[in-house]
Every structure is written in structure tokens, then in C-alpha cells.
């Protein structure tokens, strides 16, 4: 191949791995999100349920938080490696 066609290859082959990186950690963000959201809402209706004022709420966004980091950390990790091999 010449020179003039090696080139718009590269750059597409670059511009294919930046789209998937950007899609995969768009997935993880919205999987972030619903983690949250899901935890947020059970700890509301726990409270509804037991007639307590925030504290389940509170609580359930915080284990919400560090459920959703721990999945990211772990994903991220798992990739990582998987590259490397």
C-alpha cells in the first residue's frame, strides 16, 4: 500500500477505538447512575415503610455511592488486565 492510503486508514482505525472506549464508559456512567437510583429509591420506601424521617434515605445513597464505585473500580480493573494479556 502507499503512504496516501496507510494514512485514512490509521486514522480511522484510531478515531474506531476512541468511539468505543467513549460508548464503553458511557455504559459504566449509566450504570453508576442507576445503582444510585435504584439504592436512593428503596431507601425512600423503606422510610415511607417504617415511618422514619431521612435515615434510611441517607444511608441507602451513601451504600448506593460506594456500591456504584466499587462495580466501576472492579470493571475497570477487569479490562485492564484484559488489554495487558
Do not use: H
Not at 482505525?13 to 464508559?25: D, G, I, L, T
Not at 417504617?50 to 456500591?67: D, E, R, W, Y
Amino acid at each position: 500500500m502507499t503512504k496516501e492510503k496507510q494514512a485514512p486508514k490509521k486514522f480511522l482505525e484510531k478515531n474506531k477505538r476512541q468511539a468505543n472506549a467513549y460508548v464503553k464508559y458511557s455504559g459504566l456512567g449509566i450504570q453508576m447512575a442507576l445503582i444510585i437510583t435504584m439504592c436512593a429509591l428503596g431507601a425512600v420506601q423503606l422510610d415511607k415503610y417504617l415511618s422514619t424521617a431521612p435515615v434510611f434515605t441517607v444511608i441507602g445513597s451513601l451504600v448506593g455511592v460506594g456500591l456504584s464505585m466499587y462495580v466501576f473500580i472492579k470493571q475497570i480493573i477487569v479490562e485492564n488486565n484484559q488489554e495487558g494479556e
